[in-house]
């Protein structure tokens, strides 16, 4: 029986199926396309606002190039919905950021269309250069490369260097700013500024609106049409703008600023850009959450992935608030910063466009003078960190662990070569569930483990994340990391008096008998449970919380393999070059012989999905530990 069609959209199954509308359709196609959207992630979640800014872009774009032999790179991703269900993934749209189910991100090797993987932002312009410069040295004239990138991803410094580099290299690209004036959390910066006062120069606008209508009756003048407007808007520019254009200064053709909602005229300015040669950058003005009254009416910060909502009300379908539950450890850091700074006037926090995410915000509220957004830059989050470190500040620098790997030279260079005291607060360390392998927390542990001078610590839960912030600000230990994940902790009372922590410290919580655990983190918790139910049964299983990856508590490690045989490690993090590697050097470099097994993250890259599901797949919940535990209780019989 053949799908019964409702709609425009129900006959789009690839872009070659959207050429065969004309112009007039696309402006129903893509009130269908928002309204899909709207559906399918009221009842599932995931990113919103975004895709809702650019579902006329993402509609244009699909029409006018001939994709995928054209080459369309999305910056980020968040955005990029439309262009999922436009390229063949409609019908299971609805598997979205869900277990087994497709990547809330392009994912090369999930489509043809997805040309290049994201998840972290200000990729895409380098990444559409490369695969510009590759098509000429093949000799491939007629393929197109656009990037999609919006304003807040632009303010990274990987997205300049790459602006550089295509106005000098004269590549064929086309980027596509997608300006909606407003990222996760507010931009900050020049840039923003500069933007704005493009967009609001009415002025301006007016004469480039009478210019792009002139386009088209220029071939009368010949061969040099094209000059003769360059040099119209050019003039526009420099007169109505009181300043160069910041991108042709950069050798772009800039064009702009357009409605980015205006679907047929950007179809007809994109047919035009199609045939100018040379580096391009298209202007557009977007609104997050077009189309959806709530979303952009309401705080774009909780509009940019609300979860559920009732798509009737705008009404976001969230946890009641209960006494009982356990906090977030985002907001225990993002408190407890602020009691801390009210005692020492020398703290100072630092974050990369996350305030929200990282409950920065709060300090940002109450203490504003001392909390800095240094945009989409964690390069440079770090090394401002650095410099108010040698002034005797003492800056906690957060940042997401996936986006600190972006930071490494950084952490090496400007602070633990100089033994600087940066806190640097790693939010979202280990699996952080459907967001997926571009923003799991998986490597910290190991790329920070082997720099000298550096403290790795990780709090079992909310009081200890409290005396670690505590202990870092008490005394300059050099860098120093904390690494706590995404989600809630243990302790629903949570704000405990502040106690000092001595440096390479952990804590023995239980005794045992042949078999113990070393537990470094949140995870510990599934340690403590399974020692608890061992307990009813007349079995003691050992338990330590490291506390910290480095330095290692020797005092600990020489009474676990000396009282021993049998070990487990569990970490939220790699196995590779993790927490359990370590023991097993230490053992070697002391040469005990005990049996050490450790429990972690495997040497691949994790998918999507419930941080639960993914602990489970991984062999690190409380069930493979208990697993584990009796795999060697089995061999201790068996020995006997």
């Known amino acids: 029986m053949s799908k019964k069609i409702t709609s425009i959209l129900d006959t789009i199954d690839s872009p070659s199926d959207l050429k065969k509308l004309s112009g007039s359709d696309l402006a129903k196609l893509s009130k269908e396309l928002r309204q899909f959207i709207i559906d399918i992630v009221s009842v599932n979640g995931g990113h919103f606002g975004a895709s809702l800014g650019v579902v006329e872009l993402s509609v244009a774009l699909h029409y006018v190039f001939n994709t995928p032999h054209d080459q369309l790179v999305w910056d980020v991703g968040h955005q990029a919905y439309g262009h999922k269900i436009l390229t063949g993934r409609r019908d299971i749209f609805h598997t979205n950021r869900k277990y087994k189910g497709i990547s809330g991100f392009p994912k090369r090797t999930e489509s043809q269309f997805d040309t290049f993987g994201v998840g972290h932002s200000s990729t895409s312009i380098g990444a559409a250069l490369g695969m510009s410069i590759a098509s000429s040295l093949k000799n491939e004239k007629t393929k197109q490369h656009i990037a999609v990138i919006g304003d807040g991803a632009l303010t990274g410094g990987q997205a300049f260097e790459a602006l550089n580099h295509a ?172 009691e801390l700074a009210k005692k020492n006037k020398q703290i ?45 500040l003492i800056p906690f620098c957060n940042i997401y662990s996936t986006f600190m790997q972006r930071a490494f030279d950084q952490v090496i260079h400007d602070v633990a070569i100089q033994n600087l005291s940066v806190i640097f607060c790693l939010d979202r360390a280990g699996l952080v569930g459907e967001d997926g392998p571009t923003h799991h927390g998986s490597f910290d542990i190991a790329y920070f483990k082997c720099i000298p001078n550096m403290i790795i610590s990780a709090p079992m839960n909310e009081e200890e994340l409290r005396n670690l912030m505590f202990t870092a600000q008490e005394k300059k230990h050099g860098p120093f990391t904390i690494r706590y994940p995404r989600g809630r902790g243990v302790m629903p009372k949570w704000k405990t008096e502040f106690k000092s922590i001595q440096v390479g410290t952990g804590r023995k919580l239980r005794n045992g008998e042949n078999i113990t655990i070393l537990s470094f983190g949140h995870v510990g918790n599934y340690a403590s449970e399974v020692c608890a139910e061992y307990d009813k049964e007349g079995i003691n299983i050992g338990h330590y919380d490291l506390r910290f990856a480095k330095p290692l508590d020797q005092k600990i490690l020489h009474e676990v393999f000396q009282n021993y045989d049998h070990i487990i490690t569990i970490e939220d993090g790699c196995i590779s070059g993790g927490v359990g590697s370590s023991v097993i050097e230490f053992m070697a470099d002391n040469q005990y012989n005990s049996s050490v097994y450790r429990l972690g993250i495997p040497d691949e890259f994790i998918e999507h999905g419930p941080q639960s599901q993914l602990h489970s797949d991984c062999g690190y919940d409380k069930k493979s530990l208990k697993n584990k535990v009796e795999e060697i209780k089995s061999k201790l019989q068996l020995a006997i």
């Open 167 to 338: 106005g000098m290299s004269d590549s064929n690209i086309l980027v596509i700013l997608n300006d909606n004036c407003m990222s996760i959390d507010p931009n900050v910066g020049a840039l923003k500024e500069y933007l704005t006062d493009i967009t609001t120069s009415h002025t301006y606008n007016k004469i480039k609106d009478e210019v792009w209508d002139l386009l088209g009756k220029f071939s009368k003048f010949g061969p040099n049409a094209q000059s003769i407007v360059q040099k119209i808007e050019n003039a526009i520019k420099s007169s109505m703008l009181e300043q160069s254009n910041y991108f042709e200064s950069l050798n772009f053709r800039y064009f702009g600023p357009v409605d980015g909602h205006d679907v047929e005229h950007l179809v007809k300015i994109l047919e035009d850009l199609k045939d100018i040669p040379g580096p391009k950058i298209l202007h557009c003005i977007t609104k997050k959450g077009k189309g959806y009254k709530p979303a952009e009416d309401g705080n774009t910060t909780k509009w940019h992935a609300p979860g559920i909502f009732n798509k009737d009300t705008g009404k976001i379908l969230s946890i009641a608030k209960n006494k009982d539950i356990a906090p977030k450890y985002q907001d225990v850091f993002g408190y407890t910063i602020i």
């Open 348 to 392: 100072v926090g630092v974050t990369p466009a996350m305030p929200t995410g990282s409950s920065l915000k709060y300090m940002m509220e109450e203490v504003p003078d001392r909390a800095f957004d240094v945009g989409i830059a964690e390069q440079h989050a770090v090394t401002f960190s650095a410099g108010m470190a040698t002034q005797g």
